[in-house]
């Protein structure tokens, strides 16, 4: 699981 910067944060969550 890798987090990548993204600018939306439910994006970040669900990537995670």
Do not use: N
């Not at 987090?3 to 990537?15: G, N």
């Amino acid at each position: 699981m890798f987090i990548k910067h993204v600018k939306s944060p439910k994006l970040s969550t669900s990537v995670s």
